[in-house]
């Protein structure tokens, strides 16, 4: 993993020499027998490089990142676990792969049967009458939700609710959507159990409440023990609760949000459901809601009946895409969903079932409340009390001791070989580390990762400056994310000596 800093590793196509190739093929081959001859653009030249030269490259390149197939990656908020290969292995079967979005409906029977087995399974899981699959992502279903409730309130008249109540612990993805939506944000404190206090949240509801999002556990890692009170208070309002379930990880199998009073939520498939991510890739955020508000998920919709035309049985049924659906927010997107994520979710969790998908939640919330409370002698833990599958730590006596920041500490975990957990998040706890060791990890793992934290908050109070200097041993050092974010430098410029 670790490789020598150097300012620059050299593109492919600037380390070929005309003629250099090797010689693995046949000397009179063409590159046409090989590649089709549309694709070769007699402008474009290929670099002519070894098969070692090009191999080297990559896995140089690959090697520059830190992922989850490298080593712990404890970012809290995220579920950064392991992947089953099988599941990539079933999306990429030729039937599915290849299938065109706009094959009809008759062609493409097994894949709508993947989506409605999909969102069947979810509806059941998370206690919801019904799931669009439609959302990219956890924040496009957080619009979803929001464009929904807007309609809700607009066909019952009630144009006065204009109010969305998002807890201060919450995602910035909630006020955001909120606010895309046209809703006025407010924000509410939470109390000093690192919760929604139902007082607090009474005096702020009203007849201009619309909606009030919820996350549960929240971002602190801790249940919201009043979540039922909760619900009568903003229902007895008028309002609706929005449950953001992005981080689902602690609950499959042990509670289902619309038992807890949720009327819409949204899942994020790319964290809870094995979906490789962390690059910024395509996710995909099913969104549920109660029976009231079947009628306004987007389109299309996967509907299911038998040639009698009864619903019951599995294998008679025929499966369509409903386009004409009237109350409908309309298609939030392209296509159907990111078809490919439906089919690794459905995979996860047929491969583990409701059992096996219970026992991931158990283990995540045990592996959470383990690493805590092994931290808890040297790291401030502001909310010591069982956690679910993630906590919070704080670094703020350890910089005023020290001056050695949460962010300190990240760059130094970077050099013991362990991804940074989630920093400065939430908002309210200074010098936040939020941690989320997750399921998939081993004990060995966890000891590891508690004892290379143990190690950088002792090296902090020893020499103090040996941690503001990490990280040492990265390929790239600390970087200037503020210059990076407003002075992107993208361009490539041919280096001396090639053109
Ligand atoms: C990740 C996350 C989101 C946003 O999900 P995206 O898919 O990144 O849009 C929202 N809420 C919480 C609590 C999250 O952790």
Redesign the pocket.
Known sequence: MYQPRSERIPLIFEQGQPGRANRYLPSDAQLSDYLPAENLRAELPLPESTELDVVRHYTRLSQRTFGIDTGFYPLG??TMKYNPRVNDAVANLPGLRDLHPFAPDELSQGALRIMYELERSLASLFGMAAFSLNPA????A?LAALLIAKKYFSDRGELNRQTVIVPDT??G??PASASMAGFRVVSLKSDERGRVGVDTLRAVLGDDTAVCMM?NPN?LGLFEDHIAEIARAVHDAGGLMYY?G??ANALMGIARPGDMGFDLMHL?L??TFTIPHGGGGA?A?PLGVAEHLVEYLPTPVVRAIAKDGSTANEDSRTYWLDFDVPKSIGPMRSFWSNFAHIVRALAYLYANGLEGLTDVSRLAVLNANYVRVKVAPFLETPYPEICQHEFVASAQELKKQSGVRAVDIAKALLDRGFHAPTMYFPLIVPECLMIEPTETESKETLDQFIAALEDVVATAKRDPQQILDAPQRTVVARVDETRAARQPDLRWRAPAGVT
């Open positions: 908020s995220c992502a956890g924040a496009h957080e919450a995602h993805t909630n996350t971002t953001d992005a981080n994020n790319h964290k996710g955020g």
